[in-house]
């Protein structure tokens, strides 16, 4: 039985050593002073300088910024009504034909997703003359049908886990349904819907095949720009960017697991 | 406000043992939370479907949008003439490339999905049978890549297959290989891709069914006579296939469509019907046909798919 | 061992002797069928199991009672062979364990959860253990159906698992454990998931089945009623000791510790000072209790010492007037009575303070109405009647 675990921990470490190679080696390269991949020409901060000079990667930045924000902002309101709706209502016409909808986005292939949007768009401008132009409109409304399927999945797992009896006694105590909703199932649900933000900022933020249909021209997202970069082939800058993103992340993820030990710690304490 | 109509939904919701009973009476808001999203799936989900097989019908023209309407109408504006075109879907059979690009897809995606089953579940069964306080970290180690860029993490394989790569590199110092060999823009580079960005989908389905596995059945079944290979293939395997389907299909559906992979790390000959679905869209800007390859693709691919899911239940769901 | 020897253990006894169990344990000579010896399981810094020696004789029915963390499951683990002693060693049938895999012992185990394979029938449940060993088909399916039978359940061998009752559920499991003939089975809280009417039915039936089948069981169990109705032998543990060995008679009249006496049963426990002690009786004053104790057996202690006499509820006797007898009489006042049916239980507190728990049969309608509230009565016994306990 020894032998067996030590089968499984080799190729498990293999598996993280698989996850982590390519990302330690963008980092590595994004210090080296050669242009060429497998040439090592010291170490610099040389791609650092160009990339933040760089501002057609820096305008496109903003932009995606911009477009992830306020798509998460959407997504999480949208997606949160809908999970509520699904868990917390009862029967109501068309229910089956919600959740249907709520969950197929997340498989939908997104060249599909992204082709049947642009055809939406193009449609309406015709009939309706709105909207007018492709470009960041239509990239928060394309981002926001996704992002919100998987904030409903979230809320909608975190609603079914929780105890009915909270809100029961809630109403027991004289709260009215509006009441109730605010006091006591929003700051219950508040973690499911704060990590249904942040993973619909990481979504949007990292779309290309669905922001590339719906865009117009002139709107370049981050992914849009680096595509067409890293089609020609290494470029450094883009790894001084990526070693950027990894070291945001990784912090944000540190700092989320700190909080959670001591989250974990303090409720140990009081139990 | 007494306390007495509240004693009185009590009663109401003790009479009938669930909550939603009583929201029901609160319409406005009621109505509200369901139908904003409701509308907002309707208009940006469901028509836009409807859409792409309206125009999978019509014809390509040089135009803005680049399509026939499916109806016209005559000059006198006497009566309309509805054209249905099936041309597209019948080009679609006709030329064996479309088919083959289906079928290589399919073979694609099912190669690495099983790839993707053999990496990760090592993974998440030892993750899953970590301490508890352990696990934390290590789910944490699988998600982390998850969150920063997609795009990068392809590109980063680039950079490690190209031919002057570190990975050529290393082969030949230790003597494998004596010149390069090419391993950029092959089906192999593609499988890699896919395997190295879908692994979480794949781990975190698998984690939620192994950690819930009850450790006596394994015992169990050693104490019947068991070896652990065995103990494996008939308890554990079949204890976790709900993980192991829902993992599958969460890495199968979408290598399927995948695009940025093919493209940047696949050959000129890596055929995959994401590929081709774009480029009929933006360089051949014939948006008919490219709408009949996502009508096809969505019923033959997507749709069956999705109906075993929903006939298996949502057991493994994360 | 090999496969063929782990088969083996099917053939051996295929014919199970139905002649009354020997009581193998009061003969010296007899040759232990599992022997424990010095047996430690360490899990880091904690013993789970200390230091524990045990010979147990074929065709007994042994309870191992302790409460939870008492190291109870640990030891029936090892002799499953799930978890390796940190030293000592188990013989089963004169075999050492040590080295040998669970798949490979002649062992069986029944799970506390039951551990049913939720994705098998009942059928392929039971066959289970069978399949692993390579039997053909047709005997594999003609031992099921008589497995199934013998426990009642061959109408139910197509359902699934989770489609049986709690106590369906504890049958295909023990069937699934018998059907490979072990020579030994190990049953963990075999019970202990039932509720308590069908507890009580199921006791017998598992002693029934152990007499016919001749198979040697371990049980292990948190509920000394259990074990005293199941057993011919019963460990009690502690700490990962045991603490005492005996029939389930020894240990409720004879118990050697103030833990034994307290777990096994209720108890009064009264503080006092022995002042004779002799080889045939102890006389112990005690100042709780407000009189002087006679024992009617010998103890080894100093002359002194603080001791503890153990006298069970069912064994005092309650009346409003003096009995003749000085010792072994104190004095109280009745405190609470509970009429539970068959009995009634007085709480009577004593001058000292001190609270003794009575019980007294209802052989007669209005037993009930003898003793009320408030009266105050005479509790006196038998010299043979308490144990005299010094740890």
């Given amino acids: 039985m020894k032998r067996r675990s030590y089968f499984l921990m080799f190729t498990a470490l293999l598996g993280f050593i698989f996850l982590y190679v390519p990302m330690i080696s963008l980092v590595i390269y994004s210090f080296n002073k050669s242009k060429l991949v497998g040439v090592w020409g010291g170490w610099s901060l040389k791609w650092y300088g160009e990339l933040f000079q760089n501002e057609q990667i820096i305008d496109a930045a903003l932009l995606s910024f911009n477009i992830a924000f ?11 009504m809908a999970g509520f709706a699904l868990t917390r209502m009862g029967r109501f016409k068309g229910k089956m034909l919600l959740s249907g909808w709520i969950t197929a986005p997340l498989v939908m292939p997104e060249v599909i997703t992204g082709l049947s949007l642009l055809l939406l768009f193009v449609t309406m401008e015709s009939l309706f003359g709105w909207p007018a132009e492709r470009g960041t409109l239509t990239i928060i409304i394309a981002h926001t049908t996704f992002c919100m399927a998987y904030v409903a999945v979230i809320v909608q797992s975190r609603l079914a886990d929780m105890d009915e009896s909270l809100e029961e006694a809630a109403m027991d105590l004289g709260a009215k349904p509006s009441s109730l909703f605010f006091l006591v199932t929003l700051p219950l649900i508040a973690p499911a819907i704060i990590s249904g933000w942040l993973l619909s900022f990481t979504l949007s933020l990292d779309d290309l095949v669905i922001a590339s249909f719906v865009s117009g021209p002139g709107n370049s997202t981050l992914p849009m720009v680096i595509f067409s970069k890293v089609r020609l082939g290494v470029t450094p800058e883009v790894n001084a960017l990526a070693t950027l993103m990894i070291l945001i992340v990784a912090v944000g993820v540190v700092v989320a697991m700190l909080q959670m030990r001591r989250k974990q710690k303090n409720d140990e ?3 | 406000m007494s306390k007495l109509p509240g004693l009185a939904r009590v009663g109401e919701v003790l009479a009938n043992r669930k909550l939603p009973a009583l929201v029901m009476k609160v319409n406005w808001g009621r109505q509200m939370v369901i139908s904003i999203p409701f509308l907002w799936l309707a208009i940006f989900f469901f028509i836009p479907f409807v859409v792409v097989l309206k125009i999978s019908f019509s014809e390509a023209a040089i135009a803005i949008p680049p399509f026939s309407d499916l109806f016209e109408w ?6 309309a003439t509805f054209k249905l075109n099936l041309g597209n879907f019948l080009f679609l059979l006709e030329d064996t490339f479309y088919l083959d690009a289906y079928l290589s897809s399919v073979k694609i995606a099912a190669i690495a999905t099983a790839l993707t089953l053999i990496v990760g579940f090592p993974m998440a069964y030892l993750i899953a049978r970590a301490e508890p306080n352990r696990r934390l970290f290590l789910l944490a180690l699988v998600i982390l890549p998850f969150w920063t860029s997609f795009l990068l993490r392809v590109y980063a394989w680039m950079a490690l297959l190209k031919r002057g790569g570190p990975i050529n590199d290393i082969l030949i110092a230790f003597g ?18 896919i395997v190295y960005t879908y692994l979480p989908f794949m781990i975190l389905p698998l984690y939620s069914v192994i950690e819930k596995l009850d450790g006596s059945l394994l ?11 065995q103990s494996f293939f008939l308890v554990t395997v079949p204890m976790v296939m709900p993980g192991i389907i829902a993992g599958c299909l969460l890495v199968f559906i979408p290598a399927v469509g995948e695009y940025v992979i093919p493209s940047l790390l696949g050959g000129s000959d890596t055929l995959m019907i994401g590929r081709v679905l774009w480029d009929e869209f933006s360089i051949n800007r014939d948006w008919p046909m490219a709408s009949a390859v996502a009508i096809v693709m969505l019923v033959v691919l997507v749709l069956p798919i999705m109906f075993v899911r929903n006939r298996i239940g949502n057991k493994g769901e994360v | 061992m090999t496969t063929e020897e782990k088969s083996n253990q099917t053939n051996s006894d295929t014919n199970p002797l139905t002649a009354p169990v020997p009581d193998l344990w009061r003969d010296p000579n007899a040759t232990p069928f599992v022997e424990i010896e010095n047996i430690t399981k360490k899990f880091g810094d904690f013993t789970a199991v200390d230091n524990v020696s045990l010979k147990i004789y074929k065709r007994e029915l042994f309870c191992l009672l302790g409460g939870s963390g008492s190291g109870k499951s640990t030891l029936l683990r090892m002799l499953a062979g799930f978890e390796a002693p940190t030293s000592g060693r188990i013989l089963i049938d004169g075999v050492d364990m040590a080295g040998i895999q669970p798949w490979n012992r002649p062992v069986n185990m029944m799970f506390q959860s039951y551990a049913l394979f939720p994705h098998l029938s009942v059928e392929k449940n039971v066959g289970f253990g069978l399949r692993r060993d390579g039997m053909a088909e047709e005997d594999v399916k003609r031992r099921v159906k008589e497995m199934l039978d013998m426990v009642q359940l061959g109408h139910l061998a197509k ?16 069937a699934r454990s018998l059907i490979k003939r072990p020579k030994l089975l190990l049953l963990d809280e075999p019970l202990g998931a039932l509720d308590k009417k069908l507890r009580e039915e199921t006791q017998f039936e598992l002693i029934n089945l152990q007499e016919e089948l001749g198979v040697t069981f371990i ?3 948190h509920d000394q009623e259990e074990a005293m109705t199941l057993s011919t032998r019963i460990g009690v543990m502690n700490h990962g000791e045991i603490v005492q060995v005996g029939e389930p008679h020894d240990i409720y009249e004879y118990p050697n510790s103030r833990y034994v006496a307290q777990f096994v049963g209720s108890v009064n426990m009264i503080a006092g000072k022995v002042s004779v002690d002799e080889v045939d009786h102890v006389v112990v004053e005690s100042e709780e209790a407000g009189c002087t104790m006679r024992i009617d057996h010998g103890i080894s202690c100093a002359p002194n010492q603080e001791v503890h006499v153990a006298l ?11 009995p003749e007898q000085d010792l072994n009489c104190m004095k109280g006042r009745i405190e609470e009575i509970a009429y539970m049916g068959s009995l009634s239980v007085f709480r009577v507190r004593l001058p000292s303070g001190k609270e003794i728990r009575v019980t007294q049969p209802n052989y007669a309608r209005d037993m009930g109405a003898r003793f009320t509230w408030e009266d105050e009565v005479y509790l006196y016994w038998d010299v043979d009647s308490s144990v005299v306990l010094t740890v």
């Fill in chain 3, 312 to 322: 069970r509820p069912e064994k005092i006797m309650v009346a409003h007037d003096k």
């Fill in chain 1, 70 to 80: 306020i798509t998460s902002c959407l997504a999480v309101i949208l997606g949160t």
């Fill in chain 2, 74 to 79: 005559d000059p006198d504006g006497a009566y």
């Fill in chain 2, 176 to 193: 494998f290989i004596d010149e390069p060999i090419r391993m950029l823009q092959t089906d192999f580079a593609v499988y890699i891709g």
């Fill in chain 3, 159 to 174: 359902r699934k698992p989770n489609q049986l009752s709690g106590g369906q559920r504890q049958r295909v499991a023990l």
């Fill in chain 3, 219 to 221: 049980v292990v169990t």
């Fill in chain 2, 219 to 229: 015992e169990a079944a050693e104490d019947l006579g068991c070896r652990p290979i």
């Fill in chain 1, 269 to 271: 304490t009081e139990a």
